[in-house]
């Protein structure tokens, strides 16, 4: 799966160091993390406090006039610019709207029957579960040659259950430059 | 010292820009201070300081899923007039005298009577419209911590791990009632909440529905029988899927405990049906399961 989120964690360097080094230090062998009977002496929670609370604050950047004309500005710009993009959207879903009223309604006088059809009622209506959310960039597994379409049957789960997740997942995705095999050589290339 | 108040003063005045997340909403002001600065600037306590990549699952929604959904969700005249009014109609109140309220000259302004049989009176939709479209609003994360009964400092691990998860510092939550079979007291903090709504929202979604729900084990979906029949869907994760995110998966040893959290969808949709339409879209799967390892019938409607 394109995974695009690091597997860093959200703290920064800086203080990721801090904690490395602490834990190395305080951190007792028996300590099971997530264990309901977590020792009330721990260490950990002291660290967490400290990088909830008492983390130095960052200085504010001071802004000169200047400073302050270019932010409000780019602020304005970009404020302008997303209320283009709304307003182009609204209007186009609203031109939608009224091709779909206006069709439904001659529907409506042609004859019940196909009106009556037309209508969704009581069918249940969600989007399938096969759908791809667009993505960056292509898929790391590629394409997949050897795909089945869903049984009819809709209460069967379509996506295979997942296997052990913590044996069989690995940290990091594999090196898609790497492991992938050598670029086929140009066959106009005279080889010498 | 430092007095509370002058606390909320600082806090108020300074912001948190890069690896710390913005404490949210403190929005009252200390004495001096005359007003609130503007919220474009770094100063104010709203300031956002622009999203920092694309937002997938936004831009899907306004390309793909909100022409869709404006189309499912189409009703004719006829079923929308008999929604609406299924929505406004007033049952009746438990004592007839009651009735005889427009009559009574001292009943003007008391509070409208209780209606017979405890039924609830839903928000009443509004005519149907390219802006009447359902759009998922914000996203509540909550957390609640039994071992804060004994040791207050096991929420710390709660907040840090929802403050990973979601990049947005949580509210603490204080019990309202006191259960003295699990030794709980009124007004005792016992779990930790974060609403999350625009650019975090859509981030937190799209790791939920590409890297955490895939991973868990023995989950099937949401009930299909889930919701607040007004459109919000709410699910709980058991304390293994705070494991999944890459966030605290990286640091899983800092955190010393391991809770399980719940996540509302609040969105603008006045059905239940409309509100499963929507989430569907974002690839969140439904199974027609009433509960986890138990046949259910589809719910239709």
Known sequence: ???????????????????????????????????????????????????????????????????????????????????????????????????????????????????????????????????????????????????????????????????????????????PIKDSEPLPSDPNKVSS | MLTRSKKLFLYNRYQFLSAVPRIFNKTSLHTYQKSLPPANLPDSPSFYPGRTSILRMEDFYHSTLST???????????????????????????????????????????????????????????????????????????????????????????????????????TVVYSKTGVAQWKLRKDMPIGCKVSISGPPMYTFLDKLVEIVLPRMKEWHGIPITSGDQNGNIAMGFPASALSLFPDIEGNYDMFPLMTGFDVIFNTTAYTDYEGRMLLSGFQIPFTPRKKMGRKGRINRN
């Open chain 2, 68 to 170: 869709d959904l404006m189309i499912l969700s189409y009703k004719d005249p006829e079923s929308e007039q008999k929604f609406i009014e299924k929505r406004q109609k007033e049952h009746l109140p438990i004592k007839k005298s009651v009735l005889t309220r427009d009559i009574n000259p001292f009943a003007i302004n008391r509070p409208p009577p209780k209606p017979r049989g405890n039924k609830k009176r839903l928000p009443v939709p509004p005519k149907q419209s390219p802006k009447t479209i359902p759009k998922l609003l914000k996203i509540d994360v909550h957390c609640m911590i039994k071992e804060a009964i004994h040791s207050k400092q096991h929420l710390l691990s709660g907040i840090m791990a929802l403050q990973c998860i979601t990049s947005e510092r949580p």
């Open chain 1, 1 to 175: 799966m394109s995974n695009h989120f690091s597997y860093r964690s959200a703290l920064s360097t800086s203080i990721r160091g801090i904690l490395a080094r602490t834990v190395k230090k305080s951190k007792p062998k028996s300590e099971i993390p997530g264990s309901q009977n977590a020792n009330i002496t721990d260490t950990r929670y002291q660290i967490i406090k400290r990088i909830l609370y008492e983390t130095p604050k960052t200085e504010l950047p001071k802004m000169t006039e200047q400073d302050l004309e270019r932010h409000e500005t780019i602020d304005r710009a970009w404020k302008l610019f997303l209320r283009n993009q709304q307003e182009e959207r609204e209007n186009e879903l609203a031109a939608k709207y009224r091709k779909l009223n206006e069709a439904n309604l001659e529907l409506e006088k042609l004859g019940p029957r196909l009106f009556n059809s037309a209508q969704i009622g009581n069918k249940i209506m969600m989007f399938p579960r096969q759908m791809k959310i667009p993505t960056e960039t292509p898929p790391l597994n590629g394409w997949n040659y050897d795909y089945k379409p869903l049984s009819s049957d809709p209460t069967k789960n379509s996506k295979p259950l997942p296997s052990d997740p913590i044996k069989d997942s690995e940290p990091l995705p594999s090196n």
